[in-house]
């Protein structure tokens, strides 16, 4: 697919969490892209540019949604999903896990690699995955380093640390039987982005599995007019789950490892803000169901009271790990 729409002079993207219904939103044609959450979001819609995440949410939570600045064309092909304005693509797809999310993650990441050759946006920015039962299984057979593996083998190749795009691993606390996979990409490629806090996932020791996870900590777009993206971010420092007794001290160190990333990201671009504020948006993923107020009450405590956040029921990558934040800062 090759997108044939106008080609901006620069590459703009907006995030923002809006309770108008969806087919409003959709009716913007600046829009490019709206994630519903949960239950009581649609589980589909006849418009390519809308998917629904069926991670539970606390309370009614808002619509994600991308905005650029106009000139969007969208369609669905070969089981992609995909809308594009000439320089960013919003593109998503789902394939069938039949409790085998090695082979589920490899077809998935293949079709993207062609996808991605084919489509005119070559360079995915920000990358998605969610799946069900991300740690179940013992040793190597569990299914989020199976992921790891599958991942590694749809993409082909190994990836240069430039090339490597933000990206969030959730597990889906209710089995759907399907991995689902959606991307921000661009014509132009961005900058990865990596915490001093923590080491580089690609480089994980052996401990963590066959095969280290292939993500950058942020990713930095070219255009100063997009937001720092954040991947999802947990209490690790170095390589190590931190506070596995404490869902309080846990969140402390995911809000200082996102601290250290926007740092790092203002060495590179001083206009970002130095905190959170208005123009970042945060979602929350949380392994415990009964634990959603507690978190939210957190947060409420530790962050602006004007930081936009939705809280989700989703389970992190690690057993010992009670929760994960990724969002974007601009």
């Not at 320089?87 to 993650?105: H, K, Y």
């Not at 390589?239 to 926007?262: C, T």
Request: aromatic content about 8%; overall charge negative.
């Amino acid at each position: 697919m090759n997108d044939t729409a106008p080609h901006p002079a620069t590459a703009a993207l907006r995030v923002d969490y809006r309770r108008e219904p969806l087919d409003a939103l959709l009716a913007d044609p600046r829009l490019l892209a709206v994630f519903g959450f949960g239950d009581a979001a649609p589980a589909t819609h006849v418009d390519p540019r809308y998917l629904h995440v069926a991670l539970p949410t606390l309370g009614d939570a808002p619509f994600e949604c991308w905005f650029v600045d106009g000139g969007i064309r969208s369609g669905r092909e070969n089981g992609i999903a995909f809308s594009g304005d000439g320089t960013l693509q919003f593109g998503a797809l789902d394939v069938a896990d039949d409790d085998d999310i090695e082979t589920a993650a490899a077809d998935a990441y293949a079709r993207l690699q062609t996808w991605l050759a084919n489509s005119g946006y070559p360079h995915p920015l920000r990358i998605w995955n969610y799946m069900d039962a991300i740690t179940e299984g013992d040793g190597d057979d569990e299914r989020y380093r199976r992921f790891c593996v599958g991942r590694a083998r749809g993409i082909g190749r190994a990836l240069a640390a430039g090339e490597l795009p933000a990206a969030t691993a959730i597990g889906l606390p209710h089995r759907s039987g399907r991995f689902q996979l959606y991307w921000l990409a661009a014509r132009t490629p961005g900058q990865p982005l990596e915490n001093p806090r923590q080491l580089q996932a690609w480089r994980y020791p052996r401990q963590y599995g066959p095969q280290a996870p292939g993500f950058a900590r942020a990713l930095l777009p070219a255009q100063t007019t997009m937001p720092l993206l954040l991947s999802g971010t947990a209490a690790i420092v170095g390589h190590a789950s931190q506070h596995g007794d404490s869902l309080a001290s846990q969140l402390d160190e995911v809000l200082a490892n996102l601290d250290s990333l926007v740092v790092t990201a203002r060495a590179q671009r001083p206009g970002l803000a130095a905190h959170f504020g208005t123009a970042s948006r945060l979602k929350v993923y949380v392994r415990d169901a009964g634990s959603l107020p507690h978190v939210a009450a957190l947060l409420d405590a530790r962050l602006p009271t004007d930081v936009p956040r939705i809280v989700l029921h989703g389970h992190v990558c690690r057993r010992e790990l009670a929760v994960e934040i990724d969002g974007s800062h601009a």
